[in-house]
């Protein structure tokens, strides 16, 4: 007796559904990402940080951020640590209900680490935001973050003078 298996279908379904997806503008209806941005690089940096605003229409949650343009993609927090300014990971960024979060210098960012290579100004990183809403449904949000000078939006060292 003979057994056929019949395992293409499934690959089939796949090919199709990948034909349907819509392209990477599609925007999210709830959450708005206004002025995604990253900071440029010189040749031998291997991170940098990307920054934006986030509205999201409903409570939320910034779980994680995905990219090509680096082996690591981590959300942090600059805070002040005996009289230093630093930075740490943290694991999620809360996203209230029709409140802007800012992702700044010397505020939340995106790092970005172990960068696949340079980032010039006007390039553009692709980037993904898995945001859960109060469910703890996750979706996928796409940005196009647009690279700026390094010493965009720097803090004000220059005021320091002695
Ligand atoms: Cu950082």
């Given at each position: ?77 600059m805070a ?79 005021g320091h003078?002695?």
């Open positions: 007796m003979k057994t056929t298996a019949i395992k293409s279908l499934a690959a089939i379904a796949l090919c199709a559904l990948a034909g349907a997806i819509p392209s990477a503008f599609a925007q999210d209806a709830s959450l708005s990402v206004e002025d995604p941005w990253v900071r440029a690089t010189v040749p031998s940096q291997h991170a940098t940080g990307v920054f934006m605003r986030l509205t999201s229409a409903e409570p939320g949650r910034l779980v994680a951020v995905e990219s090509q343009a680096a082996k690591h993609v981590e959300i942090h927090e002040m640590q005996d009289n230093v300014m630093k930075m740490r990971q943290v694991p999620g960024l809360d996203l209230p209900a029709g409140q802007a979060v800012e992702l700044k210098p010397g505020g939340y960012h995106v790092m970005l680490i172990d960068l696949a290579r340079q980032i010039e100004p006007g390039e553009h990183v692709a980037l993904t935001l898995v945001v859960e809403d109060a469910q703890r449904r996750q979706r996928r949000v796409p940005v196009d973050a647009v690279a700026r000078p390094l010493n965009a939006a720097a803090a004000p060292a220059a003078g002695h």
